[in-house]
C-alpha cells in the first residue's frame, strides 16, 4: 500500500499570469502558499486483476483505457501500466471547485504513488511539470502551472513562468514573524457553493491569445501587483499586501463577467466594513473561497458568521507533495 499527500493553496500575488497563452509571450510571475489542507492517493496492489478506482464515483475496468476519469486515465497511461492489479482512491479534505487548487493537487499525489510504486526518485520540479503535462498538454485544460507547482513544493513559494516554458521556484524570503502574523491575518471564508475553474480560465486564455489588449494589460498589471505584494512581504509590511490584495481584486473582476455576482460583492464590502484591509476570491473566481487579510479579526469573523459563511481555518505546509506510507 502507498499513501501520498499533496497541499491545497492560495495565491498571494500574480495570478493568472501563469497561463501558457500569457507566459510565453510576456512571461508569469506569482507567489503562492501550499496549506494544510490536503488530497490523498491510496495505491493498493490487488490479487485480481483490473482496476478499482474510487473517487466522487466509483469505477471498475480491466484497462487503462476504460478508465472514464481522465487525470488517472492519462497518468497511468504515461507510466505505460499494462495488466494492471491496482485500486486508487483518492480522498481531501476540501471539496473541487473552490479555488484552491484541488486539481493540481490530484494529480501531483497520483504520479507521487506511481513513481514510489516505480521506485522512482522524482525530484518537485519534475513532478510538477508532469501534472503539467497531463493536465494542460494532454487534457488541453485552459489552466495556468500554479496549482501543481506549489503542490509539489509546498511552502511559501516565488515561482517565474519563463516564455520558454520553464519554471524557476524559489522561496519567498519572509522572517518568522511576519510569516506567523501573515498565517494568523489571513482568513478563509466559505461562500457555500463551487464553480468550474476551466469555464472561467477559457475566457481569459482565449482573449489572451487574440492578443486582447485589455486583458493583456490586465495581466500585465497583476504581475506588477505580484512584484510589489512580494516586496511588501519580504519588508514586513503586511498592511500595504492587504491593501494590494484589494487592488488586485478589483483588477482581477475586470478580467470576466463570471468572475464575481451580487452577492459575492456584498460578501466583500461587508468584510472591508468590518476590519479586513483587503482580500479577493482564491482561485479563478465565480465561488469557492473569499480570503482576507485582516489585523482585527474579531468583527470580520463575526460579520461573515452572521452572514453565514464558514470559516476555513488553515496553517502553512512546507512538505508539499511527498509520501506518508509504503508498506
Known sequence: MIIT??????????????????YKEHGG?????????????????????????????????????EILHPIIREAL???????????ITSLADIPA??????????TTALLKALHTMQKNLVHPEELAEQ??????DLLKEPIGKQDQYIAAYGGLTCFDFLPD?????????????????LEDNLLLFFTGYARSASAILKEQ?????????DMINNLHFVKELGYKSKEALESGNLHKFGELMNVHWQHKKQRSANMSNTKIDEWYNLAL?????????????????????????????KAMRKAGLEELRFRFDFNGTHVLVES
Do not use: W
Open 5 to 22: 499527500r499533496s497541499p491545497l493553496r492560495i495565491s498571494l500575488g500574480g495570478g493568472g499570469t501563469d497561463l501558457p497563452s500569457y
Open 205 to 213: 486564455d482565449q482573449k489572451s491569445k487574440k492578443k486582447d489588449l
Open 273 to 301: 466594513e468590518n476590519g479586513a484591509v483587503g482580500g479577493k476570491m482564491i482561485g479563478a473566481g465565480g465561488g469557492g473561497f473569499l480570503m482576507f487579510y485582516a489585523e482585527d479579526k474579531i468583527p470580520l469573523r
Open 165 to 181: 516554458g520553464k519554471v524557476k521556484a524559489y522561496p519567498l524570503k519572509i522572517d518568522s514573524e511576519t510569516l506567523y502574523n
Open 29 to 65: 510571475f506569482l507567489i503562492a502558499a501550499a496549506i494544510n489542507k490536503y488530497v490523498y492517493i491510496n495505491l493498493h496492489f490487488t490479487f485480481n486483476s483490473g482496476l478499482f478506482i474510487r473517487y466522487s464515483q466509483m469505477e471498475k475496468v480491466q484497462t487503462v483505457d
Open 131 to 136: 501534472a503539467c503535462h497531463i493536465e494542460i
Open 97 to 106: 471547485g473552490t479555488g484552491l487548487g484541488s486539481s493540481g493537487s490530484f
Open 77 to 87: 497511461r504515461f507510466f505505460k501500466i499494462e495488466n494492471p492489479h491496482l485500486e
